[in-house]
């Protein structure tokens, strides 16, 4: 890094996932996620979910992890508060309506955007839906209940696995809008998107191709 490059928003050191009897499904010695938009692609089973569950810190692996600072090893609450990542099909989510959820979202995220969450709430035609209970709502309208939070999160690392999936092309079309309009605003957060689609157009700032070895 030279002293005109900015600091990663999360650093990576010695990583290693590995399943017993199997060649390690993540090995790199030194990977750094910088601010804006990072593409994890990969062909399916080649370890994105397993990958993100990492960076999220619930899935242990052997090395390092520092998220703006903080040690996962040595602060692995206060990392995880500075991680958005949550998987739309959770069965804790069922008896809670999108208010309910968004609002356990943002606890401790001082700098989630109520403004930007409106706007993903009607680019997502999500405003009929938030007093229903989540068990009520499609695939695709649970998943964009998380999009929407997501993408107001003022968490420093924003992990997103397939977002597309269960997604009509309007909603499609307007996540790839949301997340190119995230990238220029400059925020010193990292947006990861683990997918299988192509992702033309997206100003992204790095993208890594798995499996990681």
Do not use: N
Not at 4 to 16: A, G, K, S, Y
Not at 48 to 57: D, F, I, N, P, Q
Not at 74 to 80: I, T
Not at 157 to 168: G, I, Q, R
Request: hydrophobic content about 45%; glycine content about 8%; proline content about 6%.
């Amino acid at each position: 890094m030279t002293a005109h490059e900015p600091t990663p928003i999360l650093q990576l050191r010695r990583l290693r996932v590995a399943f017993p009897g199997e060649a390690p499904l993540i090995a790199c010695e030194s990977l750094a996620l910088p601010a804006g938009l990072t593409l994890v692609e990969g062909d399916t089973g080649s370890g994105k979910t397993t990958l993100l569950r990492v960076l999220a810190g619930e899935q242990p692996a052997q090395g390092t992890l520092v998220l703006e600072g903080i040690h996962l090893a040595q602060a692995p609450q206060a990392y995880r508060r500075a991680v958005f990542h949550v998987d739309a099909r959770e069965a804790a989510l069922d008896a809670l309506t999108p208010h309910a959820c968004t609002a356990a979202w943002r606890e401790d995220d001082p700098g989630f955007d109520a403004a930007r969450w409106s706007l993903m709430v009607e680019g997502f035609a999500l405003g009929e839906h938030l007093d229903k209970r989540m068990d009520m709502l499609s695939t695709g309208s649970r998943r964009k209940v998380v999009l929407a939070a997501a993408l107001a999160s003022g968490r420093a690392l924003v992990l997103l696995d397939e977002p597309t999936a269960a997604l009509d092309k309007a909603s499609v079309r307007w996540l790839w809008q949301a997340l190119a309009e995230s990238a220029h605003r400059g925020a010193r957060q990292a947006i990861v998107v683990a997918s299988s689609l192509p992702s033309d157009g997206l100003p992204l700032a790095a993208t890594f191709t798995l499996p990681l070895r």
